[in-house]
């Protein structure tokens, strides 16, 4: 409905401008009486405002000022019983079939930035567990350019994270880490992963889906281990992904998430941790 004129709702009820300035005409306040026009409607804009009372606003707000009632469904059901204001119809854009890409001149680099670095730490990842397996990435959206913490995948595209940032470069795919080992450990986000080599608990390769979408890219790697190592997320996504898992390699499949159970992922596992020998240490000292 605010797509409807508010010339032509006004037409529709008889009412007529007494002026035109360029795009703005003038009307006698339709809801009042007054002997000078100062009731005046943006064409462009289709905004509208009463100099007499100082009120403006859209054509619900003018409907409003026409019954007096600020009640949302009495002002549409004003403007729907105006008669000849049919609602227009909107055009949309038909959508390109191929997307132009979103992110443009890329360049990565090993992982240096000290702000990137301080994030990851404020994750209780540093920086001997960091450097090794994530990039620095620099790019380029919408003309203006930005920093994140990459981690790349098997289709060559890069997840992305920053403080304010989690994306991916496309293409979408698992990351895997193949150590000779007929072990594989499975993590939803690399920074779960990174929580993982952060406490000491991977010994084996390693697989990150990077989103839950690609478990059955992880079904098609995880062919010929062994043992099937899962540290996922402990909500909805994160238990069908494991029971996905199951369906294929059965026994094989080992759900490590009791030890986080009192926490979503292993990374939120991982902060409490490092929060508890905080205390401790601090108590420590006092003794």
């Given at each position: 409905?605010?797509?409807?004129?508010?010339?032509?709702?006004?037409?529709?009820?008889?009412?007529?401008?007494?002026?035109?300035?360029?795009?703005?005409?003038?009307?006698?306040?339709?809801?009042?009486?007054?002997?000078?026009?100062?009731?005046?409607?943006?064409?462009?804009?289709?905004?509208?405002?009463?100099?007499?009372?100082?009120?403006?606003?859209?054509?619900?707000?003018?409907?409003?000022?026409?019954?007096?009632?600020?009640?949302?469904?009495?002002?549409?059901?004003?403007?729907?019983?105006?008669?000849?204001?049919?609602?227009?119809?909107?055009?949309?854009?038909?959508?390109?079939?191929?997307?132009?890409?979103?992110?443009?001149?890329?360049?990565?680099?090993?992982?240096?930035?000290?702000?990137?670095?301080?994030?990851?730490?404020?994750?209780?990842?540093?920086?001997?567990?960091?450097?090794?397996?994530?990039?620095?990435?620099?790019?380029?959206?919408?003309?203006?350019?930005?920093?994140?913490?990459?981690?790349?995948?098997?289709?060559?595209?890069?997840?992305?994270?920053?403080?304010?940032?989690?994306?991916?470069?496309?293409?979408?795919?698992?990351?895997?880490?193949?150590?000779?080992s007929d072990v594989c450990a499975v993590f939803e986000g690399f920074i779960d992963c990174l929580s993982a080599m952060q406490i000491g608990i991977i010994a084996s390769d390693w697989l990150v889906l990077n989103s839950v979408s690609n478990v059955e890219n992880a079904v098609k790697a995880l062919q010929g281990y062994e043992k099937i190592e899962c540290f996922l997320d402990n909500d909805d996504a994160g238990r069908r992904t494991l029971e996905r898992l199951r369906a294929d390699f059965g026994e094989k499949v080992i759900d490590?998430?009791?030890?986080?159970?009192?926490?979503?992922?292993?990374?939120?596992?991982?902060?409490?941790?490092?929060?508890?020998?905080?205390?401790?240490?601090?108590?420590?000292?006092?003794?």
């Amino acid at each position: 409905m605010r797509e409807i004129s508010i010339v032509d709702f006004l037409n529709a009820m008889g009412i007529l401008p007494t002026g035109q300035k360029g795009k703005t005409l003038w009307y006698s306040a339709p809801y009042r009486t007054e002997r000078t026009p100062s009731f005046k409607v943006d064409i462009a804009k289709n905004v509208w405002f009463d100099f007499g009372t100082g009120n403006g606003g859209d054509i619900f707000d003018l409907a409003g000022a026409f019954i007096g009632s600020e009640d949302f469904l009495l002002r549409a059901a004003f403007i729907a019983k105006s008669g000849t204001c049919p609602l227009p119809v909107i055009e949309r854009p038909q959508r390109n079939e191929e997307k132009e890409p979103v992110f443009e001149d890329i360049w990565v680099r090993p992982l240096q930035d000290a702000r990137l670095l301080g994030y990851l730490k404020e994750r209780g990842i540093f920086a001997d567990t960091a450097i090794p397996n994530c990039e620095e990435v620099r790019y380029r959206v919408h003309g203006k350019r930005y920093y994140a913490i990459g981690f790349r995948n098997e289709a060559g595209g890069m997840e992305l994270r920053n403080r304010f940032f989690k994306g991916c470069i496309p293409p979408k795919d698992i990351s895997l880490k193949r150590n000779g080992s007929d072990v594989c450990a499975v993590f939803e986000g690399f920074i779960d992963c990174l929580s993982a080599m952060q406490i000491g608990i991977i010994a084996s390769d390693w697989l990150v889906l990077n989103s839950v979408s690609n478990v059955e890219n992880a079904v098609k790697a995880l062919q010929g281990y062994e043992k099937i190592e899962c540290f996922l997320d402990n909500d909805d996504a994160g238990r069908r992904t494991l029971e996905r898992l199951r369906a294929d390699f059965g026994e094989k499949v080992i759900d490590h998430s009791s030890l986080y159970a009192d926490h979503k992922d292993l990374n939120e596992f991982l902060l409490s941790k490092n929060a508890g020998n905080n205390v401790k240490q601090q108590n420590d000292n006092k003794q």
